[in-house]
């Protein structure tokens, strides 16, 4: 799979796929998927076969958090950027959702 060697099991699937354009590349997505988490410095997906299932682990940065283990809103963005920012520099401008959700995380750390 890490290679990109791919063999289709179900044909009416595949022809679907294909004829919806849903389909970008036959075999690029795994490869894709590896390749991607290096340029972003993540740790390599992890592939399980589990007999008839199959699992595909992701991982992402990790993120600040605070005492009591909850991600601090302050520090790090979901994106690992520092928030207000996209990453470029620039500063983002929160619209009035945002600043709403952001100060309830603020006054309850522990908020869902």
Same mark, same amino acid.
Request: glycine letters at 10%; hydrophobic letters at 35%.
């Given at each position: !799979?890490? #290679?990109?060697?791919?063999?289709?099991?179900? =044909?009416?699937? /595949? $022809?679907?796929?294909?004829?919806?354009? &849903?389909?970008?590349?036959?075999?690029?997505?795994?490869?894709?998927?590896?390749?991607?988490?290096?340029?972003?410095?993540?740790?390599?997906?992890?592939?399980?076969? !589990?007999? #008839?299932?199959?699992?595909?682990?992701?991982? =992402?940065?990790? /993120? $600040?958090?605070?005492?009591?283990?909850? &991600?601090?809103?302050?520090?790090?963005?979901?994106?690992?950027?520092?928030?207000?920012?996209?990453?470029?520099?620039?500063?983002?401008?929160?619209?009035?959702?945002?600043?709403?959700?952001?100060?309830?995380?603020?006054?309850?750390?522990?908020?869902?």
């Amino acid at each position: !799979m890490k #290679s990109g060697l791919s063999k289709i099991r179900n =044909r009416g699937i /595949a $022809a679907a796929f294909s004829y919806m354009n &849903i389909v970008e590349a036959w075999s690029s997505g795994i490869p894709k998927m590896f390749r991607e988490a290096k340029e972003y410095g993540l740790r390599e997906p992890e592939l399980i076969d !589990m007999g #008839s299932d199959f699992r595909l682990n992701l991982y =992402r940065q990790d /993120a $600040a958090t605070g005492q009591n283990g909850v &991600i601090d809103p302050k520090e790090v963005g979901t994106n690992g950027t520092k928030v207000g920012t996209n990453g470029t520099g620039s500063e983002h401008k929160p619209d009035v959702s945002e600043k709403a959700i952001m100060q309830a995380i603020q006054e309850n750390p522990k908020i869902t």
